[in-house]
């Protein structure tokens, strides 16, 4: 007996069958993977307004783009010409303080009465902008995603994640010619990833900076499962078809 526990389970000389059910899985699991990818580039790739997946995308995503309400966007765009700089100005920064009911009787309501609610107020089917609740609707301003989303997004990650790495992992502690710490450390890797892919959504809702966290966890994670699915299929049937490089019966190199 020694502390290698190469001989009684291995990659290379498996079963017919475990073969079979192990590459099945590894295969699904693979395209599996590529797929998340491909869904990824899709629902938050286009979030800064670009193709591509990039830091902005996941500051989009979890942060928000704090810079935009719809009155902000308006003060800049159609409505442009309806007050003097300074009010707009104005309004933009107590839109960007949060629009804050306190202001609003004392400073901002007769900026309103003064520039816009001859139309706003008046015309039917234009926000009233008499009314501190219809400002306040237009101000609201992108906070990316919800606490409650990013709660329900983890859980389900987390779980889904560690059942697929489970399975990778133990079919990759079956490879052999590496050495059990190495082997180790590689399969640890996707769940400390993983832990620290979650953690980074939290981090980068209140601290956009930490969007790189996000991808270099995504990229750690990625990386090792696709070392640990590639080695195992080659292990699994390439390698019995190069044993003479390798002893039979411990499948230890020669
Ligand atoms: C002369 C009339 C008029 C005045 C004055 C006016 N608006 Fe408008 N506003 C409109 C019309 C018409 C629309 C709808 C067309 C559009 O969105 O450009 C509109 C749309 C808007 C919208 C978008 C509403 C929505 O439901 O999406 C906002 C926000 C807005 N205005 C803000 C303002 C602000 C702030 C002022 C004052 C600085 C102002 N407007 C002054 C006529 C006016």
Redesign the pocket.
């Known amino acids: 007996m020694t502390n290698n526990n190469d001989h009684w389970l291995n990659l290379p000389g498996i079963s017919l069958p475990l073969r079979t059910l192990f590459t099945g899985y590894l295969l699904v699991t693979g395209l599996g993977l590529l797929m998340a990818g491909a869904q990824m580039q899709l629902t938050h790739g286009m979030a800064d307004g670009e193709w591509g997946f990039s830091i902005n995308d996941i500051v989009y995503s979890y942060y928000g783009n704090r810079g935009n309400s719809?009155?902000e966007a308006?003060?800049n765009g159609?409505?442009k010409d309806?007050?003097p700089v300074e009010?707009?100005t104005h309004?933009i920064q107590w839109v960007q303080d949060g629009a804050p009911e306190a202001l609003w009787e004392p400073e901002i309501k007769t900026l309103?009465t003064t520039?816009?609610t001859?139309?706003?107020g008046h015309?039917p089917g234009?926000?009233d902008?008499t009314q501190f609740q219809a400002v306040q609707q237009?101000s609201e301003i992108d906070k990316g995603t919800s606490v409650d989303t990013l709660t329900r997004f983890s859980h389900i990650h987390l779980f889904g994640m560690a059942f697929i790495f489970f399975f990778l992992g133990l079919i990759f502690s079956l490879a052999v010619g590496i050495r059990p710490w190495i082997k180790a450390t590689i399969i640890l890797f996707p769940f400390m990833f993983l832990i620290l892919d979650a953690l980074s959504w939290w981090l980068v809702k209140w601290y956009p900076n930490f969007a790189v966290l996000t991808i270099i966890a995504g990229m750690g994670w990625a990386m090792a499962s696709a070392f640990m699915l590639i080695s195992s299929l080659y292990q699994m049937w390439i390698l019995p078809f190069k044993q003479n490089s390798y002893d039979e019966n411990t499948w230890k190199r020669e």
């Open positions: 719809r009155l308006k003060l159609s409505m309806k007050a009010v707009r309004m309103f520039h816009c001859q139309c706003h015309i234009l926000p902008f237009v």
